[in-house]
């Protein structure tokens, strides 16, 4: 199938050609003609199959087919809510590529910048505007913006925005929008609260989902390393550097720990930045821009940049704390095996960690592979401690016979068997082993063993 067939203008199919795709991906396939037709829709897809286009495409070509003359400034049509100011100027991206031929005008507002010249623009006059929850009430209360006469209204990542607590937000704005609209609602997952909101707004809503819900792209290579704590950034290290990664981003749970990590690794000689909620807009801004560009190495994110960063060919996501929801997981390693590329997903896993681990194998329905480099076997006298707040335990430091030269010089756990990586490189990797019932790491191959053969844990 081509973009021909799908009921696009001439111009959008002009620009889409101009961005080199010749294809619709499943969820465009399915989407765009549905929404050209006014349906109100429920989109489920995983992330990097295209869904952006599948709302942004459709929605130009329905505010052209609609247009109606008007008097002084243009109305605002159509309104895309975001979850983060990343995924919001990603969706604005769009918005000014596919619709570079036509006459519409678009902007995007979000906080952490300067008001003002947002206001110029909404007072201008717009087509299409996307946008934060609480920039955008910030020009209700302006009165810079207008919503009485939205016809389009997109929920991009609905819940994500559930997740970071802006329904109280999203409720505001939908009491100024008018009753009757199309209305869209794209996301990855759908939990309760989505299907509760989907059903509070959207009427005889068509329901698109490309994929089984929660589950991880089939093109994204996985695989958990287990190591003990103290030793994660070591190895992190010691993988960009014997690997040559040249690209690589890098999941923490916390702020501060994404600071820290950054600041480390640039210590190892890896040029690193850090982005995060409390960073300036403008210093996110340009550790983006350095991380595409290749100035950056390893950008180090906490989960607000998992939905809006947009990387053509981004080959390693490294999680280098799982995170605490499940579903997170899903959206961290969706930033790599985007648009029918290959990717690679790789997780440090301490013992602290491991029921996470046994959760986000419950959710995607997939038993990961797990495997340990020589020389960075666990200690399995180390107990697991809880994490709370999105912190781990302290977890005391430790000498170790191979000392602090990347593993080299360690001995192999006795009994172990090697087995060549995903890639058919050297037999580097090591399945863990260890003797002792009562440890965690015992219990967790028990119980993966037990699901294996039907039985519950």
Known sequence: MSFDSLGLSAEILRAVSEKGYTSPTPIQQQAIPLVIEGRDLMGGAQTGTGKTAGFTLPVLQRLMETAKPHKGRRPLRALVLTPTRELAAQVHES??????????????????VSINPQKMKLIKGLDILVATPGRLLDHVSQRSADLSKIDILVLDEADRMLDMGFIRDINKILALLPKEKQT????????????????????????????QRNTT??????????????????????????????QVLVFTRTKHGANRLAEQLGKDGITSAAIHGNKSQGARTKALANFKSGKVRVLVATDIAARGIDIDQLPHVVNFELPNVAEDYVHRIGRTGRAGNEGEAMSLVCVDELKLLKDIERLTKNDIPKVTIEGYEVDPSIKAEPIQNGRGGR???????????????????????????????????????????????????????????????
């Open 95 to 112: 918005v000014q590529t596919y619709g570079r031929h036509l006459p519409l005008k678009s902007a995007v507002v979000f906080g952490g």
């Open 184 to 211: 869209l609602l794209f996301s990855a997952t759908f939990s309760s609260e989505i299907k509760k909101l989907a059903n509070d707004l959207l009427k005889d809503p068509a329901l698109v989902e490309v994929a």
């Open 217 to 246: 792209a089939e093109r994204i290579d996985q695989v958990v390393h287990h190591v003990d704590k103290s030793r994660k950034r070591e190895l992190l290290s010691y993988m960009i550097g014997s690997k040559n990664w040249q």
């Open 395 to 457: 977890q005391p430091s430790r000498k170790r016979s191979n000392g602090n030269n990347g593993g080299k010089n360690a001995s192999a756990n006795n009994g172990s068997k090697t087995r060549r990586n995903p890639k058919g490189h050297k037999n580097e990797f090591k399945r863990s082993s260890s003797n002792k019932s009562d440890s965690p790491w015992a219990k967790a191959s028990e119980n993966r063993a037990r699901s294996k053969n039907g039985n519950p844990n």
